[in-house]
Each structure stands twice: as structure tokens, then as C-alpha cells.
């Protein structure tokens, strides 16, 4: 078990995950439990995408800033964050109108979105001052935010399907979460003493490297065959299978992605981080077809296996793509532009159209029609191979 600055950090992404863990899953059961229909549910998860990018974009960047002139502005960012959710609770515990619930998502996606790059950034920050001391520390500290993540879902699964379909119930204990994950911001450690500002000898700030864009294309290709997942699964469990399984299905798909996360260093390392995003948009093809192959508890159990290889294997290929291809002393600008238009441009987009697909086509049509982005993700990724290679040379 991690001691000292480490533990502090590890129980602060326990907690933020365990928002997440009840966020990801239930979100969408939440909204469904005010009375919105599919069509309506899709735009107001894209509009929560939508309000997730800006966070990330605005906050990040200027706590980037002050992190180059010696500041300390991540931890009072971070306890806003936690008070951006908690003010959004309301709105989504009661059936008070569409205006209501749109401005309640602004607000959860300001903060929940902004957490984790945040989070991230000071992490990075510990991890280079203990140099090879922290060897493999980044992993090893944020593995306890998927085990607070497993945590709240099957928490939330253990409860009686009219207890955990209730959005007055959900909201109350993602308010918990919330307020577990405020409590260990504030106790977070300083930032390192060495983080000011750079002296003038240094070498002059370089531009992105140019297949930096090409990958950021990529990847949201990629992040767009994720958004019916993501969005959708737990309303099709529900409403085509009768599963009340939301926590348990997720949970799944978290389990899965621990090993794969732990050991996808040495995997990136021999392979390279193009090649194992390539990977996981086969394995995003795979998942997709098992959900329409075995309508069922277990096949949806084992497409959620897949989350090892799409997730797992993905995010640290993914971080490691932006640390390569951007520079050094920019990392949370890199990190903010790979969030907004490489993961959550594609969530809204994603969510947006697959509510009319749902409503017009059903489920089938939605997750089928998806595997399109993975390949053709794929695809760009085989065509433009060799310029990330001369990138790389």
C-alpha cells in the first residue's frame, strides 16, 4: 500500500472514481428516470459532452500556466471542481424541466470533466521530481481510482432496481463521492518546490511535432465507436435485454482494464503507442458485434472483457502519444486539446446521433452502425503509418 504524498494521491483518485462510478453507469438511467426519451436523452448527454470540453480546455491550460510561473493553483481548481458538482445535484435529483437538467450537466461535466487532467497533471508533476525512486508510480497510483470506480457500481447494483434507478438516490450518493473526493483534494500535498519558473538558458519552446494532429484524428475516430458503449449500453441492457445490471456490467469492464493498464508499458514500448491504438479499434470492432451476436447477460459480459484491450491498453497508449508528440513544457495544453477534440468532441457527436439511431433504427442498428468509426480509424491509421514512423526516426 502506497504511504506519504503517494497515498494521499491514490485515495484522492479512489474517490474521483467513485463518482465516476456512478456517473458513467447510471447517468443515463438517471435522465431516462426524469422522463426524457431516447432523442432528447442523446442531446443532453452530447451538450454534457460538450460542457466536458470546455473544462478541460479552459481550466487545465491556466492551471498549466501557473504551474510554469511556481503557482499552486491545482488544488484550489480541484476543491472548485468538487463544489461545480455538488452544485448540480438538485437539478438532477428532481424532475425540474429541461432548462434545469441542461444547466445541472453543464455543471457536472464542468467539474467531473476538469478532475482528472487536473489530477493528472499534479501526479506528473510528483512522479518527475522522484525521478526512478517513483519507477512504474504513475500506474500504481491511479490503480485505486478504478477500484473506487468498481466500488460505487456494484454498490449501486446490490441495491433494489427501484432504489438505484432513482435520481434522487443516485444524485445523494454521487453528493458522497463528491464530498469524499473534496476532502482528500484539500489534503493533497504541495506541488514539488521545483516546479517554478524555467530558467532563461533553457532551450527555446518547440512546436508540436506535425503527426500530432493526424493522431488526435485518430484517436477520435476511435473514442467515436466508443460513445454507443458508453452512453447507450446500460439503457439497452435495461430496456431490449430486462437486465438491471448496470453497476455489474460496468464493473466488469473496469476489472478487466487493471492488468492491462499495469503492464502496457512494456507493450507500448515494443510496439509503439499508434500501433496499440490501432489494436484497440479492433477489439472497439469485436465489442460492438458481441452486443448484437449474444443479446444476453453473457454477451455482454464478455464484450465488456473487451474494455481490457479498448481502455486498458488504450489510455496509456494514448498519454504516451501526447508526451511524445507535444512539447514538454506544454504537456497540459497537449493533454486538454487529446480530452476535448480526441475524446470529447466524438463523445457528443457520438451521443447526439446515436439517440436518433435508437430511436429510429433501435440498439442493433446503433452498435452495429458504429464499428464503422473503429475501422475506419483503422483504416487512416494503415494509410498514414509510415509518417508517424519518420516522426518517431
Not at 501557473?66 to 481548481?77: D, K, N, Q, T, Y
Not at 493533454?335 to 446515436?354: C, K, R
Request: aromatic residues 8%; hydrophobic residues 55%.
Amino acid at each position: 500500500m502506497l504511504k506519504g504524498a503517494a497515498g494521499r494521491y491514490s485515495l484522492a483518485y479512489l474517490a474521483l472514481f467513485a463518482i465516476y462510478g456512478i456517473v458513467s453507469p447510471y447517468l443515463p438511467v438517471l435522465l431516462r428516470g426524469l422522463g426524457y426519451g431516447p432523442a432528447a436523452l442523446g442531446l443532453l448527454l452530447a451538450l454534457f459532452e460538450v460542457a466536458g470540453i470546455i473544462g478541460p480546455l479552459v481550466l487545465t491550460a491556466g492551471a498549466d500556466a501557473r504551474s510554469r510561473g511556481g503557482g499552486s493553483g491545482s488544488r484550489p481548481l480541484l476543491a472548485g471542481t468538487a463544489l461545480c458538482v455538488l452544485a448540480s445535484l438538485p437539478g438532477l435529483a428532481l424532475p425540474l424541466g429541461p432548462a434545469a437538467t441542461a444547466l445541472s450537466l453543464v455543471l457536472l461535466a464542468l467539474g467531473l470533466k476538469t478532475m482528472v487532467p487536473l489530477m493528472d497533471a499534479l501526479v506528473s508533476s510528483y512522479a518527475a521530481s522522484r525521478g526512478p525512486a517513483l519507477r512504474g508510480g504513475y500506474g500504481r497510483i491511479r490503480a485505486p481510482g478504478t477500484l473506487g470506480f468498481i466500488a460505487a457500481a456494484l454498490a449501486l447494483q446490490a441495491a433494489p432496481a427501484a432504489v438505484s434507478s432513482s435520481p434522487p438516490v443516485l444524485a445523494a450518493c454521487m453528493g458522497l463521492a463528491t464530498l469524499a473526493f473534496l476532502a482528500a483534494a484539500l489534503a493533497l500535498p504541495a506541488p514539488p518546490a521545483s516546479a517554478g519558473p524555467s530558467p532563461a538558458g533553457r532551450a527555446p519552446k518547440r512546436r508540436a511535432d506535425p503527426a500530432f494532429a493526424l493522431g488526435i484524428a485518430i484517436i477520435a475516430l476511435n473514442r467515436m465507436s466508443m460513445a454507443p458503449i458508453n452512453s447507450f449500453l446500460a439503457l439497452y441492457a435495461k430496456e431490449d435485454l430486462g437486465l438491471d445490471a448496470a453497476g455489474a456490467i460496468w464493473a466488469i469492464s473496469a476489472s478487466a482494464e487493471i492488468p492491462f493498464m499495469l503492464a502496457a508499458g512494456r507493450f507500448i514500448a515494443r510496439r509503439g503507442p499508434m500501433p496499440t491504438i490501432a489494436l484497440s479499434s479492433v477489439a472497439i470492432v469485436a465489442r460492438l458485434a458481441l452486443y448484437t451476436i449474444f443479446p444476453s447477460f453473457g454477451g455482454i459480459a464478455a464484450a465488456q472483457l473487451l474494455h481490457s484491450l479498448c481502455y486498458g491498453l488504450y489510455l496509456p497508449a494514448a498519454i504516451r502519444f501526447v508526451a511524445e508528440r507535444f512539447p514538454p513544457e506544454r504537456q497540459a495544453t497537449g493533454m486538454a486539446i487529446y480530452m476535448g477534440a480526441g475524446v470529447g468532441l466524438p463523445a457528443v457527436l457520438g451521443s447526439a446521433i446515436g439517440g436518433y439511431v435508437v430511436e429510429a433504427w433501435g440498439y442493433t442498428t446503433l452498435f452495429l452502425s458504429f464499428t464503422l468509426f473503429a475501422l475506419a480509424s483503422l483504416a487512416l491509421w494503415a494509410g498514414t503509418r509510415a509518417r508517424f514512423e519518420r516522426s518517431a526516426a
